[in-house]
């Protein structure tokens, strides 16, 4: 694991140079937040715990071919010390004063994606509502909320709030070409397109929607209006949403005006959980915690993504055979995928049918305890973009920062 | 760079699996104490002249076989703005509350090895006194300390003191067989042995001494006893050190009595300190700073190491052949070595003639304003030790640490 | 390309250990017969164009993305002048002294699988009938003959004989268990299985038969008929092949009887093809020789494979994007598959239905004039057996061959 | 090994893409002369022993540290096997219709470089005088002769027939510069230089005539005349030649004038064979055959050669451990070193001192029967000529070569 994007190090041969330097022997690396360690510490219930998993992590394979753990080669307890201070969560404050953890992150397309949990119990220790975040969309960070983080800490959602923007629904609707990820010029984004809104949210928007109700839980969803959205814009997404079953849609002007432009969320939310709390609902996940791993990922890709199934290679099967040989073939399934479709392929937006999801290999993480199955060409050492921001910062004489905020 | 003791990444050949992952070619790893950019930190004379040496690192080369710069590809002042905190220097205290700058490292078998200079001149900018640490022995940090870090300050120093305990001088001595780095059991080490003391002392300690004398600085010896230290043994490296010409010897014992242990070799320092400039002797590098690099190369190898000269194999030639291509042939040199022998070889103790220095490879630092010729085997990526230390480390469910301390 | 089966050598990293070495690069080697050269080989139609099919070689791309052939590196002569003696077909003699021409591979699965050209020319110009080889099962040689030899050359088949084996139509019927490629033992494959023999003909050689009986052309089954096969298995075939549309079916017991043994045979088809020729029938390939190389495998996969479709990994749609950007998106497609079934998978017996077919990648062979499309796992560079025929091999003292033959 | 000149095939890491591939694995590729199966076939005595050396070949290490043998993997039937009618000498004919064997190589430079044992002896058995060829300089082929050769086949020669050129003798008398393998041209090549010549004959021929001398055996020089050489030339040879002891000195004109100008060669021969013969004078190697590998290398380097001694990487070092511990620190050397000087340096011509011979590597051909020691940079896998010949070769359309011949 290294804290940088270097594409050249996605796939390397170590140990060259002779038999001192060890075994040549085929490698990759990934950056940091796509680690199994990572997944552990946002995990693990306490110090204890920590150091169990991190000793459960699968290591190598012996000769025999069984799983060689890191507790086996005696390196849990050096790396539980590493992790002590990390361990603890980071207190920061808003502008406003208010108490925020910062601790695990969003990486929720190359890992599970979310804040951890002994940061989440803290704060629940404290507070009578914790707003904690999952990453990217509904079937990224808040699908693996679901199943693997509400699974490990037995703490479910009372409430999902679900951020849309109208650029998202503008460019699901096909306002900006056929392709994720490359981002429109400024005039293109702010123009106003009510018809590639209105597409963008009975679709794309309807999905999450309907996904996340599933659950059993209330769904919020939250306008984060920006000052170029016209009302016409703002309305489609609105009545869109009622229309999938939104349990309530507020404007929210965070960005503008602080705590104030998110009162009327806050108050939908408030009431969306008492509601819920009284209601008695159960949370209802897609399928039984001990299936079968192809059993859970087949369920996420047909039931979620609206995929027709699953493929997999003859790499990822090999994988699967020596991941259930191991006895680890129930744990949880963490799909590596991309952010910007429901599908594996980063050009199907909107609500995309009819296509296939590949799975090109399985990583077991028996630390972490889930299993990641990578789709397609989804890489956990991501590139750097074609014009690298460094270029654009730069120090002077005295020490002053150039050109890294604004 | 990476801080960590991998073997396997000594070498390494990345960007495999495609075009998308960049060039295929082979690398190596080093740790980061051996860096380019470390030695520019701790070279540098402020903020402008770091973010000047930074775009002065070679990073590769042209199509047309021209060196290419950090600051042609736009890299130099993002890194300076990495680099930006790294740059000022550390303030701790001792534990009697003296001020002292922990500032760059004593890694002079893989790198120049002193403190840095931003931090002497802060130290002299606010005491009479500034003792600053050259790693290992003399023909390591000191050596560098003359021809690199005062060539690039401008400030060689009023005295050198030479720290020698009476353990390295039966180890050179032959007390503990032939080879440097093995460390004998403590009843071994303990055992008096004066013969192997007065043998290790008039040839290790010896040439020490002498090698100094010659840069035109007064030598203060401070012998760091130890408590199973013998007067016989204490006597003989005094005798012997005076004889080798010595401007003082004192005994220190700063490790069992704090300050006070080190009284008498402070005020040796001092009078030795106004004596020299009282004396108005010049400061006497080994070779004029424009000469070429295997002048220099050849110079400390011949009168420091007193090898019969040095050997060059086909890479080093046609590395060197580049280097002077590039103009920078005349650059200060960095000799990365091992520490255990006045040669390139670790089993050759006392003070070894007749062998000849390889050189087994040369790297441009035209950021930090050297060329690093690599002896030997040496290795800019070290092993770990057979018995990691991580096996005796380990915290408990509460968090503390065990088997760290102590 | 070397002439040994080494699965060390599939995946390799050339031009280690400096520039000396060339630039270092991630390659393969594959076997002898899977290579573009051979193919130019059995393709050519005379010297000239044999020299000018090798210099069509694109060996390379240049710096600009233009492909690089092997006529512009000044490769072409040489090359020629080394096959100018392989060029000229091998005359052999039958044991009963009939001529025949060995030349050319029956490769069908990683190559095109067929006899030369120029052989097939030179028997034409002196028999009345020539029978020539297409390897393995229909949908390999025959296929590649139809779409790739016939386009080539200009010169159909007039007759298909199609020879079946009991044993086969037990495979396919499930006798053998579900799995392609593994030898039952001796009294499994012998024994009567007249249920399993019905069950294979009516989907396997069903499909065998109508595939090639759409191109147009008369097709002959004979039955390749084995000491231990019952009247019952060999009546099943007869009837099997009869009701799929075989123009006769014939008892062939070549190896047992020589040329009196396949006397039925060769009267059938001497009857088959005057009929075909006095019908005046055109011959139908899958498609019109101008079509998008996608069109092509789309349409063998469906029509010939059955399959639901083709699909493409990320590194074969980057490859099919440079091939049809250099104007060769057009050529012939040879489909590197596995011989153990109709599918890409090996163990889909019979005749199965509702797979896709997935395109890993492609090769262009721009001198041979057709595009491989490798499917699946297809190995270029195949693996030797679990137990090497090496073993068993030996030489006495005399120089006498030991364990090489029965 | 690899019948093919491509240096970027002289190191590799193979094995890459999965544990189907095997190991992943740094290797090399060498040119089919150097191979120890070469260098078996020609040192073998019969069939018997051709299998037994080829069983002797170690192929790996256990993973204890032992050899592992060819013959315990099952390897040596099946390579005697493919070896059987390659191990029978190939007779071919001169102009004139002498018998001639070809059978094993000249590369004297990364091989033993001398024709086989078995076909010396066929000739024995049916000539009075056999003629076999030892590759390049006196230092190369004939060492390996008196020291590998006639120690496996029990035969020493009776007579060294050295051939000498004048343009060699310019050569090493400084006419085309320092540095041996480059082709000055034509004009210079035959430009009368009478001092370069003496200067050459002096040293260069002086020291190969004296080291063969030192054998015990009648050392008769060959001139081999061209057009353009001068009597001057011719005579300043033939008088350095008599005054470093030559038995006798004869102008040669195969080329030109067939048998008939070898005459006097043979005569020469003839006489000095049966002088030899009756004189009763021992056959003196330089060494015991039974002392260790550095003692025979360093007795050829300083002997020979006439460097001070040998120096080793730790590379060598760490080998030559392995090859003692396994008990084959006694089997003979064979230097594999440049063929253009005395040392293992190309640009030292003449009659070098001076220098200290480098062993960069060790290896062992326990099958063959001899260690490898490569000094300096020897390739085993050589490079192409920057030109490559291939360029100027083509076939015309009726299957002529062109550019071949002449």
Redesign the interface.
Known sequence: M?DMND????????????P???????DRFDITAASEVMAILVLAS???DL?KRLGEIVVGTSTEGNPVKASEI?????M??LL?QA?LPNLAQTLEGNPAFIHGGPFANIAHGNSSIIADRMALASADFVVTEAGFGSDMGAEKFMHIKAATSGKAPDCVVMNVTVRSMKLHGGAFGDRGGIRPDKATLEAENVSATVSGARTNLDRHIRNMAAFGIPVVVSINKFASDTDAEISAIRDAAHESGATSVCITEVHANGGEGGKDLAQAVVKAVQNHIASGRPFVPLFKPDVDVVEKATAIATRMYKANGI?MT??AKRELDRIRSWGYGNLPVCMAKTQYSFSHDASLLGAPTGF?V?IGEFRLNAGAGFIVAVL??MMTMP?LPKR?A??D???????N????FG
Chains 1, 2, 3, 4 share one sequence.
């Open positions: 290294i594409r050249s190090l996605r796939q390397v041969t170590v140990g060259l140079g002779g001192a330097n060890g075994l040549v022997r085929e306490d110090y204890a150091r005696g390196g849990a307890g050096a539980a010390l002590r361990f493929s003859a790499k296939t590949p397609g060409n590139g690298p460094a270029l910062m730069d120090m002077d004489e005295n020490g920062l150039l050109g890294v």
